[in-house]
């Protein structure tokens, strides 16, 4: 334990005084079969508790859009839940995955793609009276159903009022991991009612990176602080309802082949015409301004692996100084089942973020890792970011010639609905790069960024 707390504080040391970009080191990932993943991603049980099917079925509409391709009862539930068989045998619906890391864009699923489109600005409200009415009803006539429940009900209660945003389409899975585990003890993983760490207030906002960039990345998280064995990262989910570490272990068994699957992602392609000459032109600028970051791209292509620091790249700071301000979370990963066995992972705290690569990088707006910025263009016109603006869940479109989603700028902020830039962890500051650069060469780099 002192040796990883030495490391830790030495490693934010260099992190604080080092005013160049600094290299992650690979680390040694496991194998798997991509198909196993897949399976496992779409049909598995890495959550073992959650709504007794005969009741979901009560309350939720069938979904016949089956984009999974799915059978029996997995083909009537959205393609984000599960219907899984409960330890004591009861079929439960649970939630997977793809609840973050899928969307349905222009009509089709995208595998990998963040979701863009959650709204966890309701929060709140989400401990609502069908919940507990269903949770009344089977504690009286069903106490099978009711126990195959309550580990989601439990974690449900402890972490749902703490996970409000200001405004919808941006994550609180951060903050869904930091409830989780102060309710956790590191190295048995058993539940305590009472938290054990201090749960900070903030609710800090990302926008979920797509997953098919994970292949060419050293490190996981937009802080570059997930090192080790990515399989342990990607299983985190399953504390929502994880019983112990004899659970958490089996969960991980199937982890090399989630992440076989996931390095197989390929992102979806431009759909519309590009301009071949102006792209080429955008190819040229790009390499000679932005790939010493964000690497090359085609048969030759190489990225690599930078973390940015805050000084230099000077976006939104409350994402990375929340692991300095609540070290408790680092030193509880650091030093629990996560940290050990032949696959061990580890926090590693930095003062920054890291370049991501760019692939597929027009169809994952906004930009910036709080999703503070609509589009491409204004990612590289800082002058021309708005300052508060909204867009259309119900219908959304996108902007494919900017690059993002169609959004309206307005004079002040409306709550939930706008995203207002001047709230601490939303401000669409730094990463001012493209600012130097002409129209005429923002165009063509635009154009060149389609083609990735």
Known sequence: MLSVLISLAFTNILNNENKLPIHIPPSVQRNGDSVKGYNYLTTGDYLKSGIPYSYYKIFAPKDYNNYLNRTGKNSLVPYDFNVVIAPNKIEVVVPTCLQCHAQVFD??????????????????????PIKNLMSNIMQTFSPKSYAAALPIFT??????????????????????????????????????????????EEVIPTD?????????????FYNGFGRGDFGKFLMLSNILTVKD???????NSHFGDV??????????????????????????IFVNNCSKCHGTYGSN??????????????????????????????????????A???????????????????????????????????????????????KYWKRNFKNPSYDYENIGWI????????????????????????????????????????????TL
């Open 107 to 128: 009509g089709k699923l995208c595998i990998g793609l963040g979701n863009t489109l959650q709204d966890f600005s309701r929060m709140s409200d989400a401990n609502n």
């Open 155 to 200: 974690s449900f209660d402890a972490t749902l009022p703490k996970m409000q945003t200001e405004v919808r389409g941006v994550n609180a899975a951060d903050r869904l991991a930091t409830v989780l585990v102060a309710h956790r003890d590191p190295q048995t993983l058993v539940w305590q009612q009472q938290p054990i760490l201090n749960i900070p």
């Open 208 to 220: 979920v990176p797509a997953w098919w960039l994970l292949k060419k990345k050293n490190a996981m």
């Open 245 to 251: 570490t004899s659970e958490a272990t089996e969960v």
């Open 259 to 284: 992440l076989a699957y996931i390095k197989s992602i390929n992102p979806p392609k431009y759909p519309k015409p590009i301009d071949d000459n102006l792209s080429a032109k955008g190819k040229t």
């Open 301 to 338: 292509g190489s990225y690599p692996n930078l973390l940015i620091p805050a000084s230099i790249i000077k976006t939104d700071s409350m994402l990375y100084k929340g692991n300095q301000q609540n070290p408790q979370f680092i030193e509880w990963f650091n030093k629990s089942w996560f």
């Open 340 to 386: 050990q066995g032949d696959y061990p992972a580890q926090l590693q705290p930095f003062d920054g973020y890291i370049a991501p690569p760019l692939d597929g990088i027009w169809v994952t707006a906004p930009y910036l890792h709080n999703g503070s910025v609509p589009n491409l263009e204004t990612l590289l016109n800082s002058k021309n970011r708005p």
């Open 407 to 450: 959004y309206q700028t307005v004079e002040k902020p409306e709550r939930r609905t706008t995203y207002n830039t001047t709230l601490p962890g939303y401000s669409n500051s730094g990463h001012t790069f493209g600012d130097k650069l002409t129209d005429a060469e923002r165009k063509a780099v635009i154009e060149y960024l389609k």
